[in-house]
C-alpha cells in the first residue's frame, strides 16, 4: 500500500474532525434550554436571576464563545468531556460502563451481516434463479420492508414468550445478543446480499474469468480468488457509508431490548437534557464515522490493486 496515499488521507481527516468538534460545541449553543437552568432544576434549585448567573459563571457560559471552545476542545482531546448534569460523574467513566454492550452488539452484528450476506450472495449469482437465488430476493425484500423495532418485537414474541429459546432483556450471556443482533443485522445483510449477487454476475462475465477458465482454472479458485475479490468492492465501500445507519439502529434495537448499552444511555440523556453526555455522545459517534470510512477507503486500496495512489501513472 502507498504509504503518501495513507499519509494523505489521514491529514484530510484533521479538517473533518475540527468541523465535527465545532459542530458538536455548537450543540449546546443552539439548545433551547439555557444548559445553567437545566442544571439548577436537576439540583433542585430555585431558578432566579442571581443562581442562573452563577451556575452560568461555574459552568463557564459567561465567557466568550471562542474561549469557550478552545477550552472545551482542549478538554476534549485530552478525553475530558465534563461531567454529568445528571449523575455528576464524569461523562468518559459513564461511557466506558456502557461501551461494552454496544461492542459486543456490534461486532456480532457485523460478523452475522458478513457470515449471512456473502455466502448469499455468492450463491444467489452462481446459481442464477433458483432457489439460491429466489430465496435471497425473498430475503433481501423482507428486510427492506421490516423496521428494525417491528422485528425486534416480533423476534421477541415468538422466540422469546412462545418458545422461550432466548432471554427477554438484559443483558448476561451470549444468548441475550442473538435477537438484538438478528434485528440489527437482516436489513444490512439483505441489501449486502443482493449487492454482492450483482457485482458477482458483473465480474463473471469479465474477459479475465474466460482466460481464466481457458487456462483451466478450478472455478472455485476463479471465483475465491478472483471474481470474489473484486465483487467485495461496492459491498464493502456501502458498509462504510452504512455504519452511521448501523449506529441508529443500535439505538433502537437497544431500547427495544433494554440493553445498557450506549444508544440507551444516550436516549435517556436527550430526555434528561444531559448536555455533556449528548456533546460525549455525537462527538463520538461522528470521530467514529470518520475513522471507520478511513479504514474501509485503506482496505479498499488494498484489495483493488488497479487504483492508483498518488500521481497517475502514464502508461
Same mark, same amino acid.
Given at each position: 500500500?502507498?504509504r503518501l496515499y495513507?499519509?494523505?488521507?489521514?491529514?484530510?481527516?484533521?479538517?473533518?474532525?475540527?468541523?465535527?468538534?465545532?459542530?458538536?460545541?455548537?450543540?449546546?449553543?443552539?439548545?433551547?434550554?439555557?444548559?445553567?437552568?437545566?442544571? !439548577?432544576?436537576?439540583?433542585?434549585?430555585?431558578?432566579?436571576?442571581?443562581?442562573?448567573?452563577?451556575?452560568?459563571?461555574?459552568?463557564?457560559?459567561?465567557?466568550?464563545?471562542?474561549?469557550?471552545?478552545?477550552?472545551?476542545?482542549?478538554?476534549?482531546?485530552?478525553?475530558?468531556?465534563?461531567?454529568?448534569?445528571?449523575?455528576?460523574?464524569?461523562?468518559?467513566?459513564?461511557?466506558?460502563? @456502557?461501551?461494552?454492550?454496544?461492542?459486543?452488539?456490534?461486532?456480532?452484528?457485523?460478523?452475522?451481516?458478513?457470515?449471512?450476506?456473502?455466502?448469499?450472495?455468492?450463491?444467489?449469482?452462481? @446459481?442464477?434463479?433458483?432457489?439460491?437465488?429466489?430465496?435471497?430476493?425473498?430475503?433481501?425484500?423482507?428486510?427492506?420492508?421490516?423496521?428494525?423495532?417491528?422485528?425486534?418485537?416480533?423476534?421477541?414474541?415468538?422466540?422469546?414468550?412462545?418458545?422461550?429459546w432466548f432471554p427477554?432483556?438484559?443483558?448476561?450471556?451470549?444468548?441475550?445478543?442473538?435477537?438484538?443482533?438478528?434485528?440489527?443485522?437482516?436489513?444490512?445483510?439483505?441489501?449486502?446480499?443482493?449487492?454482492?449477487?450483482?457485482?458477482?454476475?458483473?465480474?463473471?462475465?469479465?474477459?479475465?474469468?474466460? @482466460?481464466?477458465?481457458?487456462?483451466?482454472?478450478?472455478?472455485?479458485?476463479?471465483?475465491?480468488?478472483?471474481?470474489?475479490k473484486n465483487a467485495? !468492492?461496492?459491498?464493502?465501500?456501502?458498509?462504510?457509508?452504512?455504519?452511521?445507519?448501523?449506529?441508529?439502529?443500535?439505538?433502537?434495537?437497544?431500547?427495544?431490548?433494554?440493553?445498557?448499552?450506549?444508544?440507551?444511555?444516550?436516549?435517556?440523556?436527550?430526555?434528561?437534557?444531559?448536555?455533556?453526555?449528548?456533546?460525549?455522545?455525537?462527538?463520538?459517534?461522528?470521530?467514529?464515522?470518520?475513522?471507520?470510512?478511513?479504514?474501509?477507503?485503506?482496505?479498499?486500496?488494498?484489495?483493488?490493486?488497479?487504483?492508483?495512489?498518488?500521481?497517475?501513472?502514464?502508461?
Open positions: 500500500m502507498n495513507v499519509v494523505r488521507r489521514v491529514l484530510q481527516l484533521i479538517p473533518v474532525l475540527v468541523g465535527i468538534s465545532l459542530l458538536t460545541f455548537l450543540l449546546v449553543q443552539l439548545m433551547p434550554s439555557d444548559p445553567a437552568v437545566v442544571v !439548577l432544576r436537576i439540583m433542585e434549585v430555585p431558578v432566579t436571576p442571581e443562581s442562573v448567573a452563577a451556575m452560568r459563571e461555574q459552568l463557564g457560559l459567561n465567557r466568550p464563545l471562542p474561549i469557550q471552545y478552545l477550552d472545551w476542545l482542549w478538554h476534549v482531546i485530552h478525553l475530558d468531556f465534563g461531567n454529568s448534569f445528571v449523575t455528576g460523574q464524569p461523562v468518559l467513566r459513564e461511557i466506558l460502563y @456502557y461501551l461494552p454492550t454496544t461492542l459486543e452488539l456490534a461486532f456480532s452484528t457485523t460478523v452475522l451481516i458478513w457470515f449471512v450476506s456473502i455466502p448469499l450472495g455468492v450463491l444467489a449469482a452462481l @446459481y442464477r434463479d433458483s432457489i439460491f437465488d429466489y430465496g435471497s430476493r425473498l430475503f433481501a425484500y423482507v428486510g427492506a420492508a421490516i423496521p428494525n423495532f417491528w422485528l425486534g418485537f416480533l423476534l421477541m414474541y415468538c422466540f422469546s414468550f412462545q418458545l422461550g427477554v432483556m438484559g443483558r448476561g450471556s451470549l444468548l441475550h445478543l442473538v435477537l438484538p443482533a438478528i434485528t440489527l443485522a437482516w436489513s444490512p445483510a439483505a441489501v449486502y446480499a443482493r449487492l454482492l449477487r450483482s457485482s458477482m454476475l458483473d465480474s463473471l462475465s469479465q474477459n479475465y474469468v474466460l @482466460y481464466a477458465r481457458a487456462r483451466g482454472l478450478e472455478e472455485r479458485l476463479i471465483v475465491g480468488r478472483h471474481v470474489l467485495l !468492492l461496492p459491498v464493502i465501500t456501502l458498509f462504510g457509508m452504512s455504519i452511521a445507519h448501523l449506529l441508529a439502529g443500535a439505538v433502537i434495537v437497544e431500547n427495544v431490548f433494554a440493553l445498557p448499552g450506549i444508544g440507551r444511555f444516550a436516549v435517556r440523556s436527550i430526555l434528561n437534557r444531559d448536555y455533556p453526555v449528548i456533546q460525549a455522545y455525537v462527538c463520538l459517534a461522528a470521530v467514529f464515522f470518520v475513522m471507520t470510512n478511513l479504514v474501509v477507503d485503506l482496505t479498499y486500496s488494498y484489495l483493488d490493486p488497479r487504483i492508483r495512489l498518488g500521481k497517475v501513472e502514464e502508461s
